[in-house]
């Protein structure tokens, strides 16, 4: 295990304990570090910087190992693929006038490829995408497959000035240096290219109501944001933030529930009822605790 400290206040932070680490050394493997499993309250010892009020992991396991743990994940979110690539599309727009007609893209993060693909047949982008789990690589089209890097995002991987968009949802929070990550990003974005991030929300209501059992808290989870902090962090690298918003999330009634905070028991006689009363694939749409982050490289 090695330690982390304040990705804001770096050496000048002033932690306290929030909550301890849950889990046994020999509990975890590549199945604990795959996609959108079903929350199981699994996390490392988590700290509060109160100098800036950034949560984040400390100590955890170190990025060589976190890297072999990503590379055998799999994907287990197939069903609601459809789902997040119309939540992402919709966000997207906001900033999609304000780039080329066929811009070229890239997703930290890419997954199976899903959003690049649909980016790629709607509007003609010209995609790349990084994605540290060879199970998930494989899974892409074949379009997209060829222009995805199958390792952690990391300095020197593409040259700068290249892209005009950087996508990264729901992996920022993943990253052991997420400073790495923003000052990258500035160098291979274009002059007034943008950055568009999708984390978990430490003001959300998923803390306010389950606290120590939301699923946000989990040992996936290294750094973790909301509004505030997630703006400073880009500041910092001398972008500068064009919104951040509480993303609206569109999922079956049967998916909230098996990723809420609700005890095991609870969930599984709340799914009765669901499928008793034919509910259970009901789309609901609800701000579920995410922010959606928007920053721009000055030109």
């Not at 690049?116 to 709607?122: C, I, N, Q, T």
């Not at 593409?158 to 790495?180: A, G, I």
């Amino acid at each position: 295990m090695i330690a982390t400290v304040c990705a804001l206040c770096g050496k000048n932070q002033d932690t306290r304990e929030l909550y301890p680490a849950t889990f046994g050394l020999k509990s975890i493997s590549h199945a604990t570090f795959s996609a959108r499993r079903v929350p199981d309250q699994v996390h490392y010892r988590l700290v509060k910087c109160d100098r800036c009020g950034l949560i984040f992991s400390n100590p955890i396991f170190s990025p060589a190992e976190i890297t072999k743990f990503y590379h055998r994940s799999i994907c287990t979110y197939d069903e609601q693929i459809t789902y997040v690539t119309e939540t992402y599309l919709a966000s997207f727009e906001m900033i999609r006038r304000k780039i080329p007609k066929q811009p070229k893209v890239l997703e930290v993060g890419c997954g199976n490829a899903f959003f690049l693909e649909k980016l790629r047949v709607r509007i003609g982008a010209k995609v790349w995408g990084v994605e540290p789990g060879e199970s998930m690589v494989a899974q892409a089209p074949a379009s997209v497959q060829k222009h995805i890097i199958c390792d952690i995002f990391k300095p020197h991987q593409f040259k700068n000035n290249t892209f005009d968009v950087v996508f990264c949802f729901h992996t920022l929070d993943h990253m052991t240096d997420p400073n790495s990550f923003v000052r990258e990003a500035f160098r291979i974005l274009k002059p007034g290219g943008f950055v568009m991030v999708v984390v978990h929300d430490t003001d959300g209501w998923s803390v306010k109501l389950f606290g120590e059992r939301s699923p946000i808290f989990d040992i996936e989870h290294i750094y973790l944001f909301n509004k505030k902090t997630l703006a400073q962090l880009f500041r910092n690298h001398k972008f500068g933030v064009v919104d951040a918003f509480d993303l609206r999330n569109t999922y079956p009634v049967s998916y909230w529930l098996r990723m809420s905070g609700f005890p095991s028991y609870v969930k599984e006689v709340g799914q009765k009822v669901l499928s008793i009363l034919g509910l259970s694939h009901i789309p609901f749409s609800f701000p579920g605790g995410n922010i959606a982050f928007i920053a721009q490289k000055p030109r």
